[in-house]
């Protein structure tokens, strides 16, 4: 790791690319235009990036077309494919500081977050990725001897993925590694908050080989190149990572156009329950603090929602509030801030907006409270914990993405299942327990995509993340994301 000075110098001799990427070349945005891209630490302007719009989408896809219907990279022999991706990633890593430090200086994370979780995430998924290409194979089905049928699996074509602010290259990589490695053509709107890492893995895709027009990277707004990707008829596959309100309105675009199929990763309000057999309860305070302050909590799986048994609430907030306190907001540059500022402006808005709410409808404040501003110095806000909580609040129904907690209470295993599932989400859900069969018993019952026991957020590329009702459809990670990239083909032949 780096040292704060060694950071800092590296910042003053890093080059941002700020144009949009389409056909293996960097291309300024049709209309000219152009939106400002800052630094949520300082507020200082990093780069005017490419705004593109619908014009842009039309050259995007038909790059991407051309290159999926010549065959260059969907026809390609699948061991030369994995060996240019498995050079991407050596490319990737050779370059891992300057990419922790684009996505630290673009959306405010803490930069031992970067170098120690999403720079390895983001490698491991497109080494694993690049690894399954040679190893996806068909079926024959079992008919009688007269006829022989195939089963094969073909790369859809032209995949378009809108990606969020809060993990830029590792959502991104989760999406565009399994797309990639089942030989579609790309188009990738990365979010305005945080664009510029992903048009510098594209140039670097390039670079190792990945051929033009295969990987497109449009910076821009969802109202304009988002809604314009949706809409497209050119466009086979729509996957998307953000807010559930968004996810509606993509699936709503597809059938206005051409019934695209739509990949979904939406919001969360992930619960935490901690039993009365715990027999850690500083482990369970600890973890439930990293469950909701890691990443500023901009984060979809935080679990903002945590009961725990009556029994050991005293207990446990006292241990909660010393675990909260670790989270000091400073400069993400320096490798011992944990908590950096939020990505922008609106985002600090809107936290603030939540905190004042549950302050308004009677929820007890522990730690933390609304924010003060003044400009320039960045969006900083310290942990936010609210005690006497209850479901008819509306922090504690709505996705607020950032540090702020709410802790409530139980009193039997029936209760603690039907308040965690009282929620219009299912991403995921924590369990303290010591109680195997407990563990068991309540994670089959639990509405959620992921549980994790005794611990949260663990994880790796083998095993598929994402949610149930509205916190989306299929997978990203595992088998899984590269199935929902390839179409099935049956071709019946009669002997």
């Not at 300082?42 to 705004?51: P, R, T």
């Not at 120690?116 to 998924?125: K, T």
């Not at 603090?289 to 990443?295: E, R, V």
């Not at 209470?409 to 299912?426: I, M, Q, R």
Request: charged share 20%; proline share 4%.
């Amino acid at each position: 790791m780096k040292t704060y000075q060694e950071w800092q110098a590296l910042r003053s001799s890093l080059v941002l690319p700020n144009q949009a990427y389409i056909n293996g070349a960097f291309v300024a945005a049709q209309s000219g235009e152009t939106f400002d891209c800052i630094n949520p630490s300082d507020e200082s302007l990093l780069a005017q990036v490419a705004s593109c719009d619908a014009a842009d989408v039309d050259l995007a896809v038909m790059a991407a077309q051309t290159s999926f219907r010549s065959g260059v990279w969907s026809e390609m022999a699948p061991g030369k494919r994995k060996r240019i991706l498995q050079k991407w990633a050596d490319l990737l890593e050779q370059h891992q500081d300057e990419l922790a430090l684009i996505d630290t200086l673009d959306m405010g994370k803490s930069i031992s977050e970067m170098v120690n979780i999403d720079v390895p995430d983001s490698l491991d998924c497109l080494r694993w990725s690049a690894e399954c290409i040679d190893k996806l194979y068909g079926e024959i089905a079992p008919t009688n001897s007269q006829n022989l049928a195939l089963i094969s699996r073909e790369p859809l074509g032209v995949v378009a993925i809108i990606t969020p602010w809060n993990y830029p290259l590792m959502m991104v990589m989760w999406k565009i590694a399994p797309a990639l490695a089942a030989g579609n053509s790309i188009i990738l709107k990365p979010s305005e908050k945080s664009p510029l890492s992903a048009l510098r893995i594209a140039q670097l895709a390039t670079q190792a080989g990945v051929p033009d027009g295969v990987f497109n990277v449009l910076p821009g707004f969802g109202y304009t190149a988002g809604k314009a990707l949706a809409l497209h008829h050119g466009v086979g596959t729509l996957a998307f990572t953000g807010s559930s309100r968004v996810a509606g309105m993509l699936m709503q675009y597809a059938g206005q156009s051409n019934m695209k199929r739509v990949w979904l990763e939406a919001g969360g309000k992930s619960p935490c329950l901690v039993f009365d057999d715990c027999k850690d309860i500083k482990a369970a305070a600890k973890g439930a603090a990293t469950a909701i302050f890691t990443n500023q909590g901009e984060v979809c799986i935080a679990c903002s929602r945590v009961y725990v048994h009556h029994s050991i609430k005293d207990a446990f907030m006292a241990e909660l509030l010393l675990a909260a306190r670790e989270y000091v907001p400073g400069d993400p540059l320096n490798p011992s801030t944990k908590m950096g500022p939020l990505v922008d402006k609106n985002q600090f808005e809107v936290v603030s907006g939540f905190i004042q709410s549950a302050i308004e409808e009677g929820a007890k404040l522990e730690l933390g409270g609304v924010p003060e501003y003044q400009t320039g110095q960045g969006f900083f806000m310290s942990p936010t914990i609210f005690s006497e909580a209850n479901h008819q609040m509306r922090f504690v129904q709505e996705e607020i993405f950032g540090p702020v907690l709410a802790v409530m209470s139980f009193d039997t295993e029936e209760e603690a299942v039907a308040l965690a599932n009282d929620s219009k989400y299912g991403l995921g859900a924590a369990i303290w327990t010591n109680d195997l069969s407990r563990a068991h018993r309540v994670s089959r019952r639990l509405e959620s995509g992921m549980v994790w026991v005794n611990t949260w957020g663990d994880g790796d590329t083998t095993v598929p993340f994402g949610g149930v009702k509205a916190s989306g459809n299929g997978r990203d990670k595992s088998w899984h994301a590269l199935e929902k990239y390839t179409e099935i083909k049956n071709t019946w032949i009669r002997l």
